[in-house]
C-alpha cells in the first residue's frame, strides 16, 4: 500500500525537479500540501499531486493547441 501523504523530496522525485522547486511549489500554493508536526514539516497528498499532474497536463495542451508548430519549430 502507497501512502496517503509524501515528503517533499518524494515529490520532487515524482515530478523529477528539485526539493528546493517543490518547497516553492507549496509555499506559493501552486501545489497544495499541509505543515504538520512540531517542526512544521510539509507533506503533500498523493490524490493532490495526482490532480495538479492532471491539471498541468490540461493546461500543457491548452498552451500546445494556442500554440501551434511552425516550420521554424519542426526543425
Known amino acids: ?42 507533506r503533500v497528498e498523493r490524490a493532490r499531486l495526482e490532480e495538479y499532474i492532471e491539471h498541468k497536463y490540461a493546461e500543457t495542451a491548452e498552451w500546445v493547441r494556442d500554440n501551434p508548430l511552425n516550420d521554424r519549430d519542426a526543425e
Open 1 to 42: 500500500m502507497e501512502p496517503r501523504f509524501l515528503l517533499l523530496s518524494d515529490v520532487a522525485a515524482e515530478l523529477n525537479v528539485s526539493d528546493s522547486q517543490v518547497y516553492h511549489m507549496v509555499r506559493s500554493g501552486e501545489l497544495p500540501g499541509i505543515k504538520i508536526g512540531g517542526r512544521g514539516q510539509w
